[in-house]
């Protein structure tokens, strides 16, 4: 069982999710409803994932629970696009909040190998 707290890529993912919460406040619900859901939950998603993970029986049901988090981390990128495209967050907006998710999705990954990685020496 896993701390999620000490894991750097969960500490990094909730504080990107708190942030895209405020960055879309001002999405109107008429216009940017359905994106400003889509965008925050596939954000939270990342982080939720990784605790969901912290709580599996083996190394390699915990690096599946890991992979979705990578699978949902691209899914917040596409989303920061299409706000950037429909105009709803800057051109700067986005490639901050890009270059954290893409960093995230890095730290998750390395992370991923590195469960994997210590199961195969455990066998």
Same mark, same amino acid.
């Given at each position: ?11 990094? @993912? ?12 001002? *999405?109107? =619900?008429v216009n940017a409803g359905t994106l400003r859901k889509q965008l925050t939950s596939a954000a939270d998603s990342v982080a939720a994932t990784i605790?969901? +993970?912290?709580? @599996? @029986?083996?190394?390699?049901? *915990? ?46 990954? +390395? ?5 994997? @990685?210590?199961?195969? =020496?455990? =066998?």
């Open positions: 069982m896993q701390d999620f707290k000490q894991i750097k890529a969960w500490q990094r @993912a909730h504080a990107l999710a708190i942030e895209l919460h405020k960055a879309t406040r001002h *999405f109107s =619900r605790v969901e +993970g912290c709580g @599996a @029986a083996t190394s390699p049901e *915990f690096a599946r629970y890991l992979d979705i988090a990578i699978k949902s981390a691209n899914e917040t990128e596409y989303h920061l696009l299409a706000a950037r495209d429909r105009e709803l967050i800057s051109q700067r907006q986005c490639e901050k909040f890009t270059a954290e998710v893409v960093e995230i999705r890095k730290m998750t990954i +390395g992370y991923r190998k590195r469960v994997l @990685a210590n199961d195969r =020496r455990e =066998r």
